[in-house]
């Protein structure tokens, strides 16, 4: 067993906190409405999917869905792909997130320390309103899509939401994508109009983009019309657009549309095509999933409601680019209430302090990072808790790679002591988490509170047989509403099915290596897909991180099986590559406390047959570093994408080490 439930949790809700939480409140409607009661979160969860059709029919009611329901919940719920959720309802997507017309703010923005602004619900409600009308002045109907190639801007949920009120389909990618990145995506689901920015900031610099964007536009056909964000630009300087096709500045193309003020929503199917997203795409071409409106706003408005507890006027901010499906999640809390806080930029400008300052300037209630930031700011030893107040803060999520049990307690000692640390794990194939934060209950080190509400998630052995206290794949065992309609260009569904459910037949199977704990929270180890096999026993890379990192002199790691012996790879051996402090160089002895570490902690099994020094480790452009990439390079086979990667000349430091040779 895994868990060491002798220690108590890091984190109790107070009484009064879990009287006045937005799932307590739901526990009680749900029991008014069905006639029953619920002793806890095990016999709530239970419930919801055991009676998946009751639940969702309460959750639209207590988050106030706006549309038509209509009298049945689900069809066909025994088959998985193949269930229907909500057939007769009818709503818009936008109009739930626009509830509000008041002067508070709906948004606020900074780009890094150098550009701020913000928008009150009246004024995105407005905006909205005149992009959806030129919009649909130029011809864009429901089911056409419509792409951003954006940073985090008030602009580009305006973008979204003005798409999705008049239902077209929206998808968008971060500016830090390569031309052939935003072509393998874009290229594939042809938009008829494309949104991009003059540039964005990072770490302190201004990056233009327009060559870019003029070169995707090119390639692009089926573009009709490329509308430019004026961000970076300053105000009194012209913009020249005569290399790009069919292009005008956004606020010239929504100039005769000013005197809108309403907006026409229209009303369509739960199923209805809302984004379209991407795969990370690290092993080729990245698959086009796409996803419902009525998936996506129902889960939101569960997990924001009843997991992260949101409520009107409470401050949401989550570190995240537009490539990544944390933006969307993020844009959902308007229909909870929030205010969303958006941010485009490095995370470690003001030496890692100013999303702290942030949360200080503007009451941040909900703050949302990777696991590999807190991981990141714990290495240098920041200590937000003595130079922020963060007097507003209830909430940190950690999302994007396994939190090390380490980085919950440097969370509670040198961040907030009070708060609730809501790890969640999902993914972009769902548009949401299966695994997540739980108010009413206890934060216990290294694990996840809990699974979500309406999922049925398991763990299974090879066999496919459920297990507790024991590594296996983490599985869905029943329908959810934001399973995806299907991959783009997938007629058949072949593909689709391929990905999920052939496994195990008929049953979700996610790629990620887990663990349900005694406390029926989880632990996830890493992807199964990169799990490792030494002696045919399956270990987690997130178990030699979490061992490895805590090592002041490694920054990072990464860890992969090179099938060995080379001439009969029917076995594999543990590789560990780190990158060290800035200064140091790997010897003999920090080697030997790395393997100590290791084995100390975990099993000898766990310990590298190999480690080498790497200047740097490659990432995916949401942060996650790339196992299957790096075991690629090791072993002479090519790496088909590299647009997907942050930093792909990171690889050539596994390119033929001769240290692996023996």
């Known amino acids: 067993m895994t868990t060491q439930t002798s220690k108590p949790p890091l984190w109790q809700p107070s009484t009064e906190r879990i009287a ?12 008014r409405q069905w006639g029953r009661g619920f002793e806890g979160y095990a016999e709530l969860h239970r419930w919801s999917v055991e009676h998946p059709e009751q639940f969702w029919v309460s959750l639209w009611e207590f988050a106030g869905v706006i549309g038509t329901r209509g009298d049945t919940a689900l069809v066909d719920g025994d088959r998985m792909p193949g269930a229907q959720w909500f057939p007769e309802a009818r709503f818009n997507f936008a109009e739930n997130l626009l509830r509000s017309r008041e002067d508070s703010d709906a948004l606020v923005f900074w780009g890094e320390d150098k550009f701020k602004s913000r928008l009150s619900h009246a004024v995105l409600y407005r905006q909205t309103a005149q992009l ?11 089911g056409d899509r419509v792409a951003a190639y954006l940073p985090n801007l008030p602009e580009t949920l305006v973008a979204m939401l003005a798409t999705a009120s008049i239902g077209a389909t929206f998808t968008s990618a971060s500016p830090d994508f390569g031309v052939q990145g935003v072509l393998d995506r874009f290229g594939q689901i042809e938009p008829k109009i494309l ?36 961000y970076v630009t300053p105000a009194q300087q012209d913009i020249d657009l005569t290399k790009i096709r069919n292009a005008v500045l956004l606020a010239d193309f929504i100039e005769p549309y000013r005197q809108v003020e309403e907006i026409e929503f229209v009303r369509l199917p739960f199923s209805h095509p809302l984004y379209i997203m991407y795969s990370s795409g690290t092993t080729g071409v990245p698959k086009c999933i796409v996803h419902c409106a009525g998936g996506a706003l129902l889960q939101h408005l569960k997990e924001h409601l009843l997991h992260s507890d949101i409520r009107p006027g409470d401050r949401l901010f989550f570190f995240t680019t537009c490539g990544w499906m944390m933006w969307n999640w993020l844009a959902s809390g308007l229909a909870a209430g929030a205010t969303l806080l958006l941010y485009d930029g490095s995370p470690f400008v003001g030496k890692g302090n100013i999303l702290f300052n942030y949360a200080d300037a503007e009451g941040m209630t909900h703050l949302g990072a990777s696991a590999k930031f807190i991981d990141a700011i714990a290495k240098i030893n920041l200590e937000p808790a003595q130079t922020h107040r963060l007097d507003a803060l209830r909430v940190l999520f950690s999302t994007g790679s396994p939190l090390v049990a380490e980085g919950f307690e440097y969370v509670y000692h040198n961040i907030k002591s009070d708060l609730q640390l809501a790890s969640i794990s999902g993914g972009t194939d769902l548009l ?45 065992t029943r329908p959810f509403p934001s399973m995806p309609l299907g991959f783009w260009n997938d007629a058949d569904g072949a593909k689709y099915r391929a990905a999920y459910f052939e496994r195990f037949p008929g049953i979700w199977c996610h790629g990620d290596f887990a663990e ?59 590789v560990l590559f780190v990158k060290l402090r800035e200064g140091l160089t790997l010897d003999d ?7 100590a570490t290791i084995r100390a902690n975990t099993t000898p099994r766990h310990v590298p047959a190999k480690i080498l020094q790497v200047a740097d480790i490659p990432r995916t452009k949401s942060g996650k570093i790339v196992e299957l990439a790096v075991r690629n390079m090791v072993h002479g086979e090519p790496v088909r994408n590299l647009e997907a990667l942050a930093n792909p000349e990171a690889l050539e430091h596994f390119r033929n080490r001769a240290e692996l040779r023996d």
């Open 432 to 476: 949401a988490c299966f695994v997540l934060g739980n108010p009413l209950g206890p934060v216990w080190r290294g694990e996840i509170q809990c699974a979500a509400l309406g999922m049925a998630c398991e763990v299974f052995d090879e066999n496919g047989q459920p297990l507790r206290g024991v590594k296996g794949e983490l599985v869905c």
């Open 195 to 230: 949104i991009a920015a003059d540039g964005y900031c990072y770490n302190g610099k201004i990056i233009a983009t327009l060559d870019k964007v003029a070169e995707v536009v090119e390639r692009l056909p089926s573009v009709t019309r490329t509308l430019i964000v004026r």
């Open 516 to 574: 349900i704990t005694a406390h029926d929270g989880y632990i996830i180890y890493g992807r199964s897909d990169a799990t490792l096999n030494p002696g045919g026993v399956r270990i987690g890379t997130a178990e030699i991180y979490r061992q490895v990192e805590k090592l002041p002199e490694v920054v990072e790691s990464i860890v992969i099986g090179q099938n060995w012996p080379p001439q009969a790879p029917s076995d594999a051996r543990v």
């Open 132 to 142: 959806a009308a030129a919009l649909r002045a130029m011809g864009v109907v429901s």
């Open 20 to 31: 006045r939480s937005n799932l307590t409140a739901f526990m009680h409607a749900a029991s």
């Open 589 to 595: 002895t920090l080697a030997s406390r790395i393997r």
